[in-house]
């Protein structure tokens, strides 16, 4: 069994900032990508950015230069630091990871249940 749990959504007035976290437990043999996604009402779930277990991540281009994903491999943790965040930016934000829980096994991936981001004055 595998869980995967985000935290640190929230409240935050416009040009604020946030940080999310995403850890992974269980059985797990080897993680390769660590993402976050995002669903705002009505639309479509969409990639936020993701990084791989060699740190080359990428990024929507509507979050670039505004948000920092980042990994600590050790503690199978996965983050999202969001600066300068705006209204458009509110959504359920999933992180999902890419990993192995056991040798011989084929990758398979696992979504948490998500974090509300609200951004409002």
């Known amino acids: 069994q595998v869980q995967v749990v985000e935290s640190g959504g929230g409240l935050v007035q416009p040009g604020g900032s946030l940080r999310l976290s995403c850890a992974a437990s269980?059985?797990?043999?080897?993680?390769?990508?660590m993402g976050w996604y995002r669903q705002a009402p009505g639309k479509q779930r969409e990639l936020v950015a993701d990084?791989?277990?060699?740190?080359?991540?990428r990024y929507a281009d509507s979050v670039k230069s505004r948000f920092t994903i980042s990994r600590d491999g050790a503690k199978n943790t996965v983050f999202l630091q969001m600066n300068s965040l705006k209204p458009e930016d509110t959504a359920v934000y999933y992180c999902?990871?890419?990993?192995?829980?056991?040798?011989?096994?084929?990758?398979?991936?696992?979504w948490g249940k998500g974090t509300l981001v609200t951004v409002s004055s």
């Open positions: 999902q990871m890419t990993l192995r829980s056991a040798a011989g096994l084929p990758r398979k991936d696992y």
């Open positions: 269980g059985s797990i043999f080897s993680i390769y990508v």
């Open positions: 990084i791989t277990v060699s740190s080359n991540s």
